[in-house]
């Protein structure tokens, strides 16, 4: 158990519909970054946030968005689905900002798009 | 820009053998390696780390060397377990930022 957390662990959902993933880092840690995992693109990062700001953008599409809030835990947001964002969504912590910190890996949540 | 180039699988063997996952990488500078395992229908753990040339990962019986002069970092195991049937992941850092780059991934099958 890495003691990172996030709800749901599945979600099935229709084409144009609007979800919100869920994350908790460990204890203390302040960065968290979303990856999404899928047949055709393997795993890719989305996102990072550290202590409630944005420090970086990966491959993330206009119709996603994150934010974490002041108690660390982060919110994804996905919006007008489509069949294709189907996936294995993860999200890590690390604990700050240091360069190559090791990250912790959820269990992860599994969209699918119908 | 940094990449990492994993051995295509499925690799499928019988307990107690020996494995080799190849991985290798392109980077600037010298980035922290991994190696993280997703057993079936479960989220990515942590299975061994190196963060500098000639630095030694081991867990659970499995070791891979960062090796600066082939850019390789190869996970091995001298005897594997039915338990260890999941798929590998060797990833890196993209260089100068917290963001990590996988490969795609080699599925292991271990029958008894």
């Known amino acids: 158990d890495s003691g990172v957390t996030q709800t749901p662990k599945h979600l099935i959902t229709a084409t144009g519909q609007r979800v919100t993933l869920r994350c908790s880092p460990r204890?203390?840690?302040?960065?968290v970054y979303w990856y999404q995992q899928s047949l055709d693109q393997g795993l890719q990062f989305l996102i990072q946030y550290y202590n409630g700001e944005e420090r970086a953008k990966g491959n993330i599409l206009e119709r996603f968005s994150a934010q974490q809030f002041p108690d660390l835990h982060s919110e994804l947001n996905l919006s007008s689905l489509e069949l294709g964002d189907s996936a294995l969504y993860f999200c890590?912590?690390?604990?700050?900002?240091?360069?190559?910190?090791?990250?912790?890996f959820g269990p992860g949540t599994r969209l699918l798009v119908l | 820009g940094n990449s990492v180039t994993q051995m295509e699988g499925p690799v499928t063997l019988s307990e107690e053998a020996f494995l080799t996952i190849n991985c290798t990488y392109t980077?600037?500078?010298?980035?922290?390696l991994f190696w993280y395992v997703q057993y079936p229908g479960e989220g990515l753990q942590l299975l061994l780390k190196?963060?500098?040339?000639?630095d030694k990962g081991s867990n659970k019986g499995f070791e891979a060397t960062y090796r600066k002069e082939t850019t390789s970092f190869h996970l091995e195991k001298g005897s594997v377990q039915v338990s260890d049937s999941a798929v590998y992941f060797c990833?890196?850092?993209?260089?100068?930022?917290?963001?990590?780059?996988f490969g795609a991934g080699t599925r292991l099958a271990v029958h008894p």
């Open positions: 890590a912590s690390s604990p700050g900002l240091a360069v190559q910190e090791t990250q912790y």
């Open positions: 980077a600037t500078g010298y980035p922290s």
């Open positions: 990833s890196q850092f993209s260089g100068g930022y917290n963001k990590l780059i």
């Open positions: 204890s203390g840690d302040l960065s």
């Open positions: 190196a963060t500098k040339a000639d």
